[in-house]
């Protein structure tokens, strides 16, 4: 069965936004090579609406600048959405309905791992679910100062335990911890 991986990029106070402020200070040549080779591991992207608004202009602008932008550009991509019905982006489909029995349709066909990058109402209904795999927080030395309560990865929701799966350290101060949800008894 395929892995959903989550990457969230986060700062020390649990902003994962605003990283036109504090994400390149960190992102040298070990985060390149480690997003890279999470990228080329997965071979489908599942994203919320609001990611998908964010990374469709973004990536496909970027289109033949290297190798992860020519992968963004022609991975299969999934967008949880109620509203969305014809993406522009291409190689992407809609899922919406019954979010959840799509997306165990989804672990159960041969491939390998489905990334997500961000966490927000597909994660927390991921994991609510018991879908999500893993959880990677690429954690950036720094206090953004500039998140509001809903740009923090720290906010209200179910408690869900982790168990730590690695750590992988980055001489620019950046750490990736990858965790696996604990599943109830």
């Known amino acids: 069965m395929r892995k959903i991986i989550n990457a969230t990029y986060v700062t020390l106070d649990g902003d994962?936004?605003?990283?036109?402020?504090?994400h390149m200070d960190y992102f040298g040549e070990e985060a390149g090579k480690a997003a890279t080779a999470q990228l080329v591991s997965s071979d489908a992207l599942i994203m919320g609406r609001k990611t998908y608004e964010g990374f469709a202009p973004a990536?496909?602008?970027?289109a033949g600048a290297d190798e992860f932008a020519d992968r963004m550009n022609g991975i299969k991509k999934y967008?949880?959405?109620?509203?969305?019905?014809?993406p522009d982006w291409e190689n992407t489909s809609v899922i919406s309905g019954d979010v959840v029995a799509e997306v165990r349709k989804l672990k159960e066909r041969p491939g390998g791992n489905i990334l997500q990058y961000g966490f927000g109402p597909v994660t927390r209904l991921l994991l609510d679910n018991g879908l999500l795999d893993e959880f990677r927080v690429w954690l950036h030395p720094v206090l953004s100062g500039k998140a509001k309560p809903d740009d923090l990865l720290y906010r209200d929701a179910l408690q869900t335990k982790f168990t730590l799966n690695g750590t992988e350290v980055h001489s620019a101060g950046m750490i990736i911890l990858s965790y696996v949800p604990v599943r109830p008894a």
């Not at 994962?16 to 504090?22: E, Y």
């Not at 990536?59 to 970027?62: M, N, P, T």
């Not at 967008?79 to 969305?84: D, N, P, R």
């Open 79 to 86: 967008v949880v959405s109620s509203t969305l019905r014809e």
């Open 16 to 22: 994962m936004t605003n990283m036109q402020d504090w």
């Open 59 to 62: 990536w496909s602008g970027r």
